[in-house]
């Protein structure tokens, strides 16, 4: 069994360095379509990490990040500085969300496109990589996965208060991202409206309507208000079937 998607969370604060950061909690993410060929002709490809060099302007993102994933993207920009557009293929997550993080600001920084191409997958950590897109774009047939992040003593955050400092490190960084203050907290309770141990499943479509500034807190409310409906759960173990 592959270890895949993962949300680290440790305690962070200004006066604690990275080193000190807990230990990582990792779980297996099964994904529900057809995975996307990569057509990659073997003399031309440069692999980074997590990632893959497509031609000159085009990079896909086919593994897991951890916390070498910054630096290896680093040495890809200098070796492939014309890099334009990141194509989401098969993204478990990541097992170092600080480091996770650290990468969507690159991309954001250099204003590079996320694009998620027809049976791509894009679960768990890396959907903040797909949100730190300059331009975000989905093609149908492509899939979202969230659940909530644990620590390393096993605690998610429901078991936080509304107000506690551990909700910003996520918080921030949908801002950072583009989304008002509202639609950060709308999105940050959605990906946490599932246990770490499950995860709701959203097509294209419906992560498209989260990428709708207009539609904001009061959209976010009615779709988390018949979330008992709408949501398709999968327990994150590659022996069980998902619906």
Request: hydrophobic share 45%; charged share 20%.
């Amino acid at each position: 069994m592959r270890r895949l998607a993962c949300h680290l969370f440790a305690l962070v604060a200004a006066a604690v360095p990275p080193a000190a950061y807990g230990s990582i909690v990792a779980t297996d993410l099964a994904p529900t379509v057809a995975r996307t060929t990569l057509a990659v002709a073997d003399s031309e490809s440069s692999r980074y990490g997590p990632f893959q060099v497509l031609d000159a302007r085009r990079v896909a993102l086919i593994d897991v990040t951890d916390e070498d994933s910054p630096a290896q993207f680093a040495a890809l920009l200098l070796e492939h500085p014309e890099i334009e557009v990141i194509e989401m293929v098969e993204c478990p997550g990541t097992d170092h969300d600080i480091a996770n993080m650290e990468l969507g600001r690159m991309i954001r920084a250099r204003g590079i496109a996320t694009y998620v191409p027809r049976g791509g997958s894009v679960r768990s950590g890396a959907v903040e990589l797909f949100l730190a897109g300059g331009q975000r774009q989905i093609a149908e047939g492509a899939e979202f996965a969230v659940h909530a992040w644990m620590d390393a003593d096993g605690r998610q955050a429901s078991d936080f208060p509304a107000g506690a400092r551990e909700h910003r490190f996520y918080l921030d960084y949908y801002e950072e991202m583009g989304f008002s203050p509202a639609q950060a907290r709308a999105f940050y309770a959605m990906t946490n409206s599932v246990g770490f141990e499950d995860a709701l499943w959203l097509t294209g479509a419906e992560m498209r309507r989260w990428l709708q500034p207009e539609r904001g807190a009061a959209m976010a409310k009615a779709e988390m208000a018949g979330a008992n409906a709408g949501q398709r759960l999968g327990y994150l173990d590659l022996g069980a079937p998902l619906p």
